[in-house]
């Protein structure tokens, strides 16, 4: 009789601690939500030289969202309606760093608008380049139509720190453009890029490229080389390394020289001191 109470009992205090705890939570809940909802009203008005703190609720939200998919979600949400919104500079700039945390698909659409704004541009780019959805980097190859001069070498640039594959063609045709940095980023993207494709595309740049541009088709193919040599093919990378040990430039030869005697699995000999 007395362990049957004394189980009653025990089930009792365990449901007024359960209350208890669900009572003091939903306050505590209600709170940061009433801070979340005061940080994106000052999101309005967040300018630079603005006290950043009022804006805290909002990354201690998306810290505690980690493994909270739904709560990310509206998070992410929410950061995309207020980029769309007529806030400041220095707002959207703030919001693109926060997405590039949690963003998803979902809001690149809202990310890519800013794609073509000069200011803008490259935390729309930073954004992108961290969100791994495929739907990222497809908004930044249409983008390349888009821009010109600066805006669109950040955007080459950025197709290369994704290694976009399917953006090969449309960098290899930037090769012969007019400008010599958007020439000399092509390149560079194509070297970070890769691929068999990418080699064949440096390898005739390379060729070809006129005197102030060599320098820039020469470091792409070195990094290219790499690449290929890092996954696997290594055949295409030897070529271009004997391509690049017959180049002019002294640190492309070595580095040439180097990567032969690697991929050959040869140790380089030691120089004599002088």
């Not at 909002?58 to 979600?73: L, P, R, T």
């Not at 980097?137 to 600066?150: C, F, I, M, Y």
Request: net charge positive; with cysteine; hydrophobic share 50%.
């Amino acid at each position: 009789m007395f362990q049957t109470n004394g189980k009653k009992l025990v089930g009792l205090l365990l449901a007024a601690v359960m209350v208890a705890l669900w009572g003091a939570g939903a306050p505590m809940a209600g709170a940061a939500d009433e801070k979340l909802d005061k940080a994106f009203d000052a999101l309005k008005t967040y300018d630079w030289g603005t006290d950043r703190s009022v804006l805290k609720p909002i990354e201690e939200a998306i810290v505690a969202s980690h493994k909270d998919a739904a709560a990310k979600k509206k998070l992410e949400m929410r950061l995309a309606e207020a980029l769309k919104s007529n806030v400041s500079q220095a707002a959207k700039d703030y919001i693109c760093r926060q997405l590039s945390l949690i963003g998803s698909a979902d809001c690149v659409p809202a990310v890519a608008e800013l794609l073509t704004d000069e200011k803008l541009s490259h935390m729309a780019r930073y954004a992108l380049e961290r969100i791994p959805d495929e739907e990222a980097v497809a908004a930044l190859r249409e983008a390349l139509g888009k821009t010109s001069g600066k805006v669109k070498v950040g955007v080459i640039n950025s197709l290369g720190v994704r290694r976009d594959a399917k953006s090969v063609e449309a960098l290899t045709a930037l090769l012969a453009d007019q400008d010599g940095e958007i020439a000399s980023a092509a390149a560079a993207s194509l070297g970070a890029i890769g691929t068999v494709e990418s080699a064949k595309a440096l390898t005739e740049f390379q060729a070809k490229a006129p005197e102030k541009l060599q320098l820039a088709a020469a470091d792409a193919c070195l990094v290219c080389a790499e690449r290929l040599a890092a996954a696997g093919n290594k055949a295409e990378a030897m070529a271009l390394y004997k391509l690049l040990a017959k180049s002019e430039i002294k640190h492309v030869k070595l580095a040439a020289t180097r990567g032969m005697l690697a991929l050959a699995g040869k140790k380089e000999k030691p120089t004599e001191k002088q």
